[in-house]
């Protein structure tokens, strides 16, 4: 086995699906549940991952981009995959938000699915960079952003795909936005004369 079998670049997380707390980890080229108190594996499946997994009272969500780009519902009881879709969410992770999962993935595709089934409710193109920040959700918007600077405000409506604002700040973002007491704090990028400069 080769040491890329072993990598890992997402963070483990706590989370709560089906009234039972658990660690939810993907790397390794595994999606992996552990109990909280004893370490002890509750389920796994294969396949290559990168970004954080994220779920809901029933289902488990996890991205990968390498070998397969494929987006997977697990089932946290017992370990079944649900459904899975084909799409390269990879350094990105998605968002749960009602009853609907949302995904920004390589090339600025963004996705809405159904959570519980994983049908395709509508798909559409932000932007040409690529990317590395997630989505995140704050009340009924999403918030994107790209390698590029760009953020796109998106409602999370899964019938209808609506951008209400395009904003730029400076050539690059990499870091995922944060929200704190009604503000978003972006980290971003800009090339000058002096070189490279971050601004918060």
């Known amino acids: 086995m ?14 709560r699906v089906n009234g039972r707390p658990q660690i939810l980890m993907s790397g390794g080229g595994k999606v992996s549940s552990y109990n909280i108190s004893v370490g002890q594996l509750l389920w796994e499946i294969a396949g290559g991952m990168a970004a954080t997994v994220v779920w809901n009272d029933e289902l488990v969500f996890a991205s990968g981009g390498y070998p397969k780009k494929l987006i997977w519902a697990t089932n946290p009881v017992t370990g079944e995959v649900v459904w899975t879709q084909k799409a390269q969410s990879y350094e990105q992770s998605m968002v749960v938000g009602g009853e609907q999962l949302y995904a920004v993935a390589e090339g600025g595709i963004a996705y809405c699915w159904d959570a519980a089934t994983g049908e395709e409710r509508w798909r559409e ?20 952003t790209n390698k590029r600077g760009q953020t796109f405000v998106f409602r999370a409506d899964p019938n209808n795909f609506e951008i209400l604002a395009t904003n730029r700040l400076g050539d690059e973002i990499f870091a995922t936005p944060t929200v704190v007491n009604n503000r978003v704090y972006i980290r971003s990028a800009e090339d000058g004369r002096g070189g490279r400069a971050e601004t918060l």
Do not use: K, R
């Open 125 to 144: 193109l932000l932007g040409s960079g690529a990317e590395s920040a997630s989505p995140i959700l704050v009340g009924d918007l999403l918030y994107a």
């Open 2 to 15: 080769t040491g890329l079998t072993h990598s890992s670049y997402s963070s483990p997380i706590l989370g």
